[in-house]
Structure formats: structure tokens, C-alpha cells
């Protein structure tokens, strides 16, 4: 009776594994049914939940690029975005979500690994002060499982490959800079760049619905103008961005100390994400700059402190 009542164990246990294997196949999301890529997507951006942010961490190099010369490294970057999603409900459109953010990204001596407060332009030769990037906040659209054209959502550049998925997307900016004048029609000087971001992740990871979040990998590549704190002026060239990273599971506590450190002396709120009812408009380097100029430039106005018109922090 033993070798009998263990093969009706064993196969207990068999069809126990199958009906799990089973429910853990069911729970796979499915990228071609419009809400479930939605889901994909959000596992993708977003947090544990609205109250427990996401941290994206990424580090590269920062080159320079003007014609006629070789490609000057000018910094190492450590950046980081902190983010929350909150649902956001549209009567014909249905549920969906918003992604609500701030970020900050350091210029790091390239031989020292510190951060670099001045700078000695290698085009110019004059000695700069650097304004780190710190954006608040940069925020994205709802995203619904139908478009406003009543179009199901999808994830066009979603690509599977064996156990990976891949998405990437470019982002072209050209809109009016907003340190030039009103007449950019005519004379040029728009602000003209372009965001490359490419997430990988496990397909496992990334479908399975039976986790609140997934943990993708990311590399991003940005090719923009020269930052207005250089004082380039209207020399020829660009900077060009190169990063890669990844949502961390530990959160804020996982960034690299220079990061951290930077963060709680000089950016304090960059420790968390911007409320989720945060309606602002999205900033940029360039209105960041011109915020802080302006501001200089009332202070120095009104008797304040005199010298430079921006800050490194």
C-alpha cells in the first residue's frame, strides 16, 4: 500500500504544479489586448503603487561636438528620476494613468568623480559655474486604452526577442527656446534636440501581473545644444549624452552615494516624487536657467549679492 499511496501523492503534487503553472501562465499580460499593454506600459514607467515611487538611475559620459575637432569628454553624468503614476479616469476614454516626476543629473569631474561646481570651458577658456540638472517637475500625459480618436492603445515599438522584450522610442524636440526673443520664425534659434530612450527587461518580468512592478533596464542618448551655463554663445556643436541603467528595486536608498549626498545637501525634494495632484508645467534646462538668472538679476537689482547670474546648486 506505501509504493501506491506515493504515486497518489506524487501525482497530487504533478497536477498541483500543473494547475499552478497554469494560473502563473493566466496572469501573463498580453501585449496586443489594448488594457493589458497599458498595464505593460505602467509596469514599465511606474511604481509599487502611487505611494511608492519608482527610481530610474542612469550613468554615462557628456561629450562636447563642434565641426573640425575631435569629440571632447567634458563630464561623467549620474542622473536619477523619481516618479509616481497616479489612475486617471476618462468617461469615454476609460481608466488609465499619468506619470508625474522630478529629476536631477550631476556633471562629474571625469577624472576625480566629484561633482563639478566650476568649470574651465575648453572651447573658450573662461571659467563657468555649473548648473546641475534639476527638473521640477517633468511630467507626462494620461495615457488611456483608447486614444482621443477612440484608437486602442498600443505599444507600437514593442519588440520581442527569445525571453526579452525591448521598447524603444525617440523623441524630437524643436519648439521655441525660451532664452531667445519672440521672432524665432524668422531668424532661427529654436531649441532643436533629440531624446533616444530603449527599455529592455525580461518578458517574465515585465508580463507577469502577479507583481506590482517590473524592473527594466534603460539606456538613454540625448543631442542638444550647448547648456546656456556654458556661455558658449553662438558657437557651432552640441553635447551628446550617453547613459544606461535601470528602475532600481531598493528605491532612493540604492542610488550611488554621489547622488544621494548631492541630493539631501542641495536638492532636498529630489528625495521624493511631486504630489500626485501636481499640475505644473514640465521644466527644462533652459527654463531652470533662465529662472535662476532671472532671479539673480532682481537680488542684484534690489542690492543683493552681485556676481555670477546662476549657481551651481
Not at 539631501?264 to 531652470?288: H, L, V
Request: net charge negative; aromatic share 10%; hydrophobic share 35%.
Amino acid at each position: 500500500m506505501k509504493p501506491i499511496k506515493s504515486l497518489i501523492v506524487a501525482a497530487g503534487l504533478f497536477t498541483g504544479s500543473l494547475f499552478a503553472t497554469g494560473a502563473a501562465q493566466a496572469q501573463m499580460l498580453d501585449p496586443s489586448v489594448p488594457e493589458e499593454a497599458l498595464e505593460i506600459s505602467k509596469r514599465l514607467q511606474c511604481g509599487v503603487s502611487e505611494d511608492e515611487p519608482a527610481v530610474y538611475h542612469w550613468s554615462g559620459n557628456i561629450y562636447g561636438r563642434t565641426p573640425g575637432e575631435r569629440d571632447k569628454l567634458l563630464f561623467k553624468g549620474e542622473g536619477m528620476n523619481i516618479r509616481r503614476c497616479v489612475e486617471v479616469t476618462d468617461p469615454e476614454r476609460g481608466t488609465g494613468w499619468r506619470l508625474i516626476s522630478r529629476e536631477v543629473m550631476l556633471m562629474l569631474d571625469p577624472e576625480t568623480g566629484e561633482v563639478a561646481d566650476t568649470w574651465e570651458n575648453p572651447y573658450t577658456g573662461k571659467t563657468v559655474n555649473v548648473m546641475q540638472i534639476h527638473n521640477d517637475p517633468v511630467n507626462g500625459r494620461p495615457n488611456f486604452p483608447r486614444g482621443s480618436d477612440g484608437a486602442p492603445f498600443q505599444m507600437s515599438t514593442l519588440r520581442e526577442s527569445g525571453p526579452y522584450v525591448f521598447v524603444p522610442f525617440e523623441v524630437p524636440l524643436f519648439y521655441p527656446n525660451p532664452l531667445a526673443g519672440e521672432y524665432q520664425q524668422f531668424v532661427g534659434n529654436m531649441y532643436h534636440a533629440v531624446e533616444i530612450f530603449d527599455f529592455a527587461a525580461l518578458k517574465s518580468d515585465l508580463y507577469d501581473s502577479s507583481t506590482p512592478t517590473a524592473y527594466p533596464m534603460i539606456s538613454w542618448v540625448r543631442i542638444s545644444p550647448w547648456a546656456p551655463w556654458m556661455e558658449m554663445g553662438g558657437r557651432p556643436g552640441q553635447m551628446v549624452f550617453n547613459a544606461m541603467g535601470q528602475k532600481l528595486p531598493g528605491g532612493f536608498e540604492e542610488l550611488p552615494d554621489v547622488l544621494k549626498n548631492e541630493i539631501r545637501e542641495n536638492y532636498p525634494i529630489y528625495e521624493q516624487a511631486p504630489p500626485k495632484d501636481d499640475t505644473r508645467r514640465n521644466e527644462t534646462t533652459w527654463t531652470k536657467f533662465k529662472l535662476l538668472t532671472d532671479q539673480a538679476r532682481t537680488a542684484a537689482a534690489e542690492g543683493g549679492k552681485s556676481g555670477s547670474e546662476h549657481s551651481g546648486h
